[in-house]
């Protein structure tokens, strides 16, 4: 089977199941960007069945990609998905919360696309992974539309709180010294935060 058609599989699955993927737009940068940026290594938050971190391997034959994932029907399935393209050897996932795990090595790209209220934990959770010169890049950004809605239009608590804690993010982007962050209306909203160079 060609990857074009197994790549296909992997989202109808994902529809299917309702297992949140990246948009084709979303997915296009950022593999645009690993070429780009000779992006080598990457952790990713959030593996979900396995598609984006494929579709990354596949962009770079020389990126090596850990990935990690707390929900263990969708870890068991990005298994099958990545042996199916033979990628083992590259993309290693992880059966664990995001939040206690301790790595030890650094990465040129870190990716988060877990929990959209607990990315100020995870950027700081894991900033000592990320090589000086490396970036973060956060995923669902724009959420769905509603980051540019006025609140009063939001009818459920739960989002409205969801949206408060992603407005809450940004703002810690901007306001970051040590980061460069530009915002880009690509997919669902993505944003890239460059670490600044020491003295
Ligand atoms: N990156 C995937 C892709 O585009 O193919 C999609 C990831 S999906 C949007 C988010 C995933 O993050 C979910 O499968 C969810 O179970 C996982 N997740 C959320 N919070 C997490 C955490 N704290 N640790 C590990 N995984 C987490």
New binding site residues.
Partial sequence: MSNYTMIKE?KEY?KTND????QDE??DFLTTFIIKNQINSVL????????????MALANPNLKIV?????EE?YLEAIKNIKKFNLEGRITPLF??????TLNNKFDLI?L????G?NI??FEHFEKNLNDNGYFIT??IGFHGYVEKDENEIKSRNLRGLVRKIKAYIEYLKENPNYDTTFYKKGDGIAVSHKKEIG
């Fill in positions: 992997i994902a297992v949140p993927i990246m979303g997915i990713e938050i959030g593996t979900a069945i396995g598609y984006s971190a494929i579709m990935t990690v994932e707390r929900d969708r664990q919360d995001a939040l206690e795990l990716f696309d877990g929990a959209k607990q934990n995870f995923d669902n």
